[in-house]
């Protein structure tokens, strides 16, 4: 991740939010639609940790390019 510049780093945690967010969002209408087994469940957590990583590569990277300059 060191290679990438600023603008690569932002374009690709964006992305990943993204999507992220995206597959939450219909994990979490599959499970409340329906009677939730253990797996539905376990993929929603799953997404939901996907997005806070996401989110958090964001937040460090505008974190490291403030403390750079």
């Known amino acids: 991740m060191k290679n990438f510049s600023f ?3 932002m374009i690709y945690f ?6 992220s967010i995206g597959f939450f969002a219909l994990q979490w209408t ?8 253990f ?5 929603l957590m ?13 937040v460090f990277s505008l974190w490291a390019r403030k403390s750079n300059q």
């Open 7 to 9: 603008k690569a780093r």
């Open 39 to 43: 797996g539905s469940m376990m993929l």
């Open 30 to 37: 599959s499970a409340t639609e329906e009677g939730a087994g």
């Open 14 to 19: 964006s992305i990943i939010t993204l999507f």
């Open 46 to 58: 799953l997404w939901g940790i996907m997005t806070l990583f996401g989110i958090g590569g964001l």
